[in-house]
């Protein structure tokens, strides 16, 4: 297992576009978490899972914004209509559903959107 | 509200010497308290855990302290090196996630 993976690592979107982001979680782990960081910035929580049922969403995050995770393993995350507001690092970790562990993330995919 | 912060100022210190940052956290107590370290255009890793009930704790040359009094969590590194330069982050647990602060900017100067 090579630790949590992030696909892709850049994209550049024309505001307006849907993207669609995918995270790979290490297999042992049943939770995963999808947090948005900007410049200067500590990461802002989004959504996360237990196994395939997503327990919480932002209460900032906008409707434009939807996560899957249909069989518990990989998921998506994905913007619709971007804004150039949108523009952001989007970091995925995963984690045992045990709250005294750390979490492992992946290396984020950067959207900038134009 | 909750809230976890951290200094947004960066910290430059030469090399050999201790960086000492602060996490303070308000208005609530939390269980424990973990710190990350991030490196520009990565994600953060995981550097260490603290509970409440316990005022120490040591990984190499990374100490973590937690004072329920003063609120406060300090992350030290001894005989720093040029390639502890990075960002460092604290979290605490807050309805099953991790809530970040903002994090520490670190400098070492050779």
């Known amino acids: 297992d090579t630790g949590v993976s992030q696909d892709p690592r850049h994209k550049i979107t024309k505001r307006g576009q849907n993207v669609t982001f995918r995270c790979d979680p290490i297999?042992?782990?049943?939770?995963l978490y999808w947090y948005r960081q900007t410049l200067g910035q500590g990461p802002e929580f989004l959504t996360y899972f237990q196994n395939e049922a997503q327990l919480e969403k932002s209460r900032l995050l906008s409707d434009r914004f939807s996560a899957e995770r249909p069989k518990g393993s990989f998921s998506t995350l994905e913007i619709q209509r971007t804004e150039q507001g949108d523009s952001a690092m989007y970091l995925c970790?995963?984690?045992?559903?045990?709250?005294?562990?750390?979490?492992?993330f992946g290396s984020g995919t950067r959207l900038t959107v134009v | 509200s909750q809230k976890i912060e951290q200094n947004s100022e960066a910290l430059n210190i030469q090399e050999g010497k201790t960086a000492t940052l602060t996490c303070n956290y308000t208005?609530?107590?939390?269980?424990?308290l973990q710190w990350y370290r991030q490196d520009p255009g990565r994600g953060p890793v995981f550097l260490l855990l603290i509970r409440e009930n316990e005022k120490e704790k040591r990984k190499e040359r990374l100490k973590v302290t937690f004072d329920t009094t003063l609120k406060q969590s300090l992350f030290h590194i001894t005989a720093s090196q040029p390639a502890d330069s990075a960002t460092y982050l604290c979290a605490h647990i807050q309805g099953g996630k991790l809530i970040f602060g903002q994090g520490t900017e670190l400098s070492v100067k050779p």
């Open positions: 970790a995963s984690s045992l559903a045990q709250e005294a562990h750390g979490y492992t």
């Open positions: 297999s042992e782990h049943n939770r």
């Open positions: 208005n609530y107590s939390p269980a424990y």
